[in-house]
T-cell receptor
Framework: DTAVSQTPKYLVTQMGNDKSIKCEQNLGHDTMYWYKQDSKKFLKIMFS???????INETVPNRFSPKSPDKAHLNLHINSLELGDSAVYFC??????????????FGPGTRLTVT | GENVEQHPSTLSVQEGDSAVIKCTYSDSASNYFPWYKQELGKGPQLIIDIRSNVGEKKDQRIAVTLNKTAKHFSLHITETQPEDSAVYFCAASKRNSGYSTLTFGKGTMLLVSP
């Protein structure tokens, strides 16, 4: 009965590789997010999708490309990985819509280590 | 854009004491203020939130207060227990063209000693 799930939980890869992180939510939400948490624990929004459409795109390098095949899934693909991409990436979801609520629920995170 | 400041960065208390974490925000249009608890190796968990039309909200041992005029809000935990030890984040949000964004504070590491 996991609400927001991410795979994989840990990802270790070398510089220059391309990798993907998957996220799924079973809460019936229509909006999903990707956050990056750096080594100092700071959480920062990267992207947000509402009903499969991109609505928030912060100043993230275009090596990062989110893809939302449907409302319940938001994947993050990263090309040409760099050392500075090492962080924990969190997926979150919320319900906007006409009677939207503000609460965002987070997944367990994916720890990405680039060597 | 919105800026959220959070203090202190670390807070150590004895079991049974109270703990208070304070946040300030810059955008007067912000109208939703959640608090998240993050345990080691886990994702942030929403523990309580408050909207701008309310001054205080309680849920068992935790409470949040909001002062819109001063643009600050606080988390109060009473009768702390060792399992309250975690990193706590405040955040501020506002609705904008149908969607909302959360801006987080930098977190407070709460350590509760038995």
């Amino acid at each position: 009965d996991t609400a927001v799930s991410q795979t994989p939980k840990y990802l270790v890869t070398q510089m220059g590789n391309d990798k993907s992180i998957k996220c799924e939510q079973n809460l019936g939400h229509d909006t999903m997010y990707w956050y990056k948490q750096d080594s100092k624990k700071f959480l920062k929004i990267m992207f947000s999708y509402n009903n499969k459409e991109l609505i928030i795109n912060e100043t993230v390098p275009n090596r990062f490309s989110p893809k939302s095949p449907d409302k319940a899934h938001l994947n993050l693909h990263i090309n040409s990985l760099e050392l500075g991409d090492s962080a924990v990436y969190f997926c979150a979801s919320s319900l906007l819509g006409d009677r939207g609520r503000y609460e965002q629920y987070f997944g367990p995170g994916t720890r990405l280590t680039v060597t | 854009g919105e800026n959220v400041e959070q203090h202190p960065s670390t807070l150590s208390v004895q079991e049974g004491d109270s703990a208070v974490i304070k946040c300030t925000y810059s955008d007067s249009a912000s109208n939703y203020f959640p608090w998240y608890k993050q345990e080691l190796g886990k994702g942030p968990q929403l523990i309580i939130d408050i909207r701008s039309n309310v001054g205080e909200k309680k849920d068992q041992r935790i409470a949040v207060t909001l002062n819109k005029t001063a643009k600050h809000f606080s988390l109060h935990i009473t009768e702390t227990q060792p399992e309250d030890s975690a990193v706590y984040f405040c955040a501020a949000s506002k609705r904008n063209s149908g969607y909302s964004t959360l801006t987080f504070g930098k977190g407070t590491m709460l350590l509760v000693s038995p």
